[in-house]
């Protein structure tokens, strides 16, 4: 078995090579359609999970929130270059890229770390292939260092960090455009 903290820095180095081959631009742009999306169903989360699937299995509460929010990312991807194909004012081909790789392990962390938050809130419902991490194990201790523990705070968390976030990636995705 392989430990769901190690899955999460393979998808968090997966998307940096994509970020690296995308480029800046296009990341940018991908990291605040994710954070937005994060910050919905951070703010919705009691209406999803305790209004609308309040009778329904934790197993499909899971896939209702993993497929809400891989929707959104899926979305925050199909996007173009804000600058078309041509790069930047004043950036080279090299800094574009190293900047999308950035970017890019940044969303790999945001993406894969908040489906594993999903499956931590909602008790781990797909028991037989992902279990709970054994306590004391890195998974367990990389628990605290999930997205929407570390912007929202959890789920009694106020989401503050993630506000500001979404507030600085849209001045940000502004200023390009």
Do not use: H
Not at 19 to 40: C, M, P, Y
Not at 96 to 115: A, D, K
Not at 151 to 175: E, K, N, Q, R, Y
């Amino acid at each position: 078995m392989i430990e769901l903290s190690a899955l999460l820095w393979v998808m968090a180095i997966f998307f940096a090579i994509i970020g690296f081959l995308r480029g800046w631009t296009k990341e940018i742009v991908s990291t605040a359609g994710i954070i937005l999306g994060l910050f919905a169903l951070f703010q919705f989360d009691t209406l999803i999970r305790g209004t609308l699937l309040a009778n329904v299995g934790r197993d499909q509460v899971f896939i209702v929130q993993a497929g809400l929010f891989i929707i959104i990312v899926y979305f925050a991807y199909q996007t173009r270059a804000l600058y078309g194909n041509e790069r930047g004012p004043g950036r080279d081909a090299l800094q574009e890229s190293v900047l999308g790789g950035f970017l890019g392990f940044l969303n790999g962390y945001l993406i894969w770390g908040s489906i594993w938050y999903f499956l931590d809130i909602n008790e781990y419902p797909l028991a037989p292939y992902v279990i709970a991490p054994a306590p004391g194990s890195p998974s367990d201790q990389a628990r605290s260092l999930l997205p929407l523990v570390v912007l929202g705070g959890g789920v009694t968390g106020s989401g503050d960090l993630l506000a500001i976030a979404v507030i600085v990636l849209f001045i940000v995705v502004l200023i390009m455009i």
